[in-house]
């Protein structure tokens, strides 16, 4: 079984088609799972959200999607998130802003658990480092658990039968194979990347391999930037899409 996992979209729509284009050429998967943030920060939010209704994606709620739909406080936000935010639920219909609201904070899948932050605090907490993967895992009725939020792909790593943990980047060159240990992991940023690489982000899990593998995608950055400024949301969104921040 193949699962494309995908996270962060944050309404990136050129960034979200090429992304379903890079996975449809390298053949067939048999799920979609998103975790979270389908929508802020960018200026396609009703056309994100269907495409990723289309894909039948199994999804989970992000900080954005719930700031959107006014179950999260925009207080708790920065200013030009909150903004874009406020702008992204303005443009959504009511349909579409309940789908959101419905989300779960948390899924079991198999062998893996999925939340947006982290499994303890799936809204707001940015798992960053091995100490909190170690805490996370600890939490999980599954072996494994997947993660989006801090738009970084990143694997923690949890040796069966105690040692040190062990962390990396997730990437085409090495891909994680889940054998040996407990792992929690983030595919990276659809929509707004931030490890200073400016191409959309996402994994692919492999069962028959029981392997993840990340994978960059280059997507129309300057029609996505248009489309913000077009939008009158704050310049700053646009510009770091460029920069992979
Ligand atoms: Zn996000």
């Given at each position: 079984?193949?699962?494309?996992?995908?996270?962060?979209?944050?309404?990136?729509?050129?960034?979200?088609?090429?992304?379903?284009?890079?996975?449809?050429?390298?053949?067939?998967?048999?799920?979609?799972?998103?975790?979270?943030?389908?929508?802020?920060?960018?200026?396609?939010?009703?056309?994100?959200l269907r495409r990723v209704r289309e894909l039948e994606a199994r999804c989970i709620a992000g900080n954005h999607d719930w700031g959107a739909v006014g179950k999260v406080a925009l207080t708790e936000f920065n200013r030009a998130a909150a903004e874009a935010?406020?702008?992204?639920?303005?443009?959504?219909?009511?349909?579409?802003?309940?789908?959101?609201?419905?989300?779960?904070?948390?899924v079991e899948n198999g062998i893996f658990t999925l939340a947006h932050g982290s499994p303890r605090d799936p809204i707001w907490e940015?798992?960053?480092?091995?100490?909190?993967?170690?805490?996370?895992?600890?939490?999980?009725?599954?072996?494994?658990?997947?993660?989006?939020?801090?738009?970084?792909?990143?694997?923690?790593?949890?040796?069966?039968?105690?040692?040190?943990?062990?962390?990396?980047?997730?990437?085409?060159?090495?891909?994680?194979?889940?054998?040996?240990?407990?792992?929690?992991l983030n595919p990276g940023s659809v929509g707004q990347p931030r490890d200073g690489d400016p191409r959309a982000a996402y994994a692919i899990y492999d069962s028959d391999a029981n392997a993840v593998t990340g994978y960059r995608v280059e997507y129309d950055i300057a029609a996505v930037q248009a489309k913000v400024v077009a939008a009158g949301l704050p310049a700053t969104l646009a510009q770091r899409l460029s920069m992979g921040w």
């Open positions: 079984m193949r699962i494309a996992l995908i996270a962060d979209i944050h309404s990136n729509l050129e960034a979200l088609e090429a992304v379903l284009w890079d996975v449809e050429r390298r053949g067939p998967v048999d799920a979609w799972w998103c975790l979270g943030d389908i929508v802020g920060y960018g200026p396609d939010p009703a056309a994100c935010c406020r702008w992204n639920g303005e443009h959504l219909g009511a349909g579409e802003r309940a789908f959101l609201a419905d989300l779960p904070l948390t940015y798992l960053l480092s091995p100490e909190q993967a170690q805490d996370c895992l600890a939490l999980l009725r599954t072996p494994h658990g997947l993660v989006g939020h801090s738009h970084l792909p990143l694997w923690f790593g949890l040796p069966e039968g105690g040692g040190a943990l062990s962390y990396g980047s997730l990437n085409e060159e090495a891909p994680l194979r889940l054998s040996g240990g407990r792992f929690i």
